[in-house]
């Protein structure tokens, strides 16, 4: 069965940092894309960023570039989102997401999604 199970989300004061994790298992993680999405009350769910299968290439929405960085790790089945400088408009519930090519998460084509952690930001 593929999971992609998320960790690390809580409460955080603006400015402040949280490291978001994703576990993936049930595929072959090494050669897919892997991504963070989120989605704020009452907003449609938003790229956050993407990371190619091998971890040469990365890609942020435009919101988050500057603040978080994108890593994973093939051997562990890990991708994680390093978030530093935090906003109260980063306050979403953070989605971790999967697919062959990093051009479709890019694009919002996602395979396999996980259940989503969420975050929020005091001012």
């Known amino acids: 069965q593929v999971q992609l199970v998320e960790s690390g989300g809580g409460s955080v004061q603006a400015g402040g940092s949280l490291r978001l994790s994703c576990a993936g298992s049930?595929?072959?993680?090494?050669?897919?894309?892997m991504g963070w999405f989120r989605q704020a009350p009452g907003k449609e769910r938003e790229f956050v960023a993407a990371?190619?299968?091998?971890?040469?290439?990365?890609y942020y929405g435009d919101p988050v570039k500057g603040r978080f960085i994108i890593s994973r790790d093939n051997d562990r089945r890990m991708v994680y989102l390093q978030m530093s400088s935090l906003k109260p408009e980063d306050t979403a519930v953070y989605y971790c997401?999967?697919?062959?090519?990093?051009?479709?998460?890019?694009?919002?084509?996602?395979?396999?999604w996980g259940k989503g952690t969420p975050v929020t930001v005091s001012p």
């Open positions: 997401a999967g697919d062959g090519a990093v051009a479709d998460l890019l694009v919002n084509r996602v395979r396999y």
């Open positions: 049930g595929f072959t993680f090494s050669l897919f894309a």
């Open positions: 990371i190619s299968w091998g971890g040469g290439s990365t």
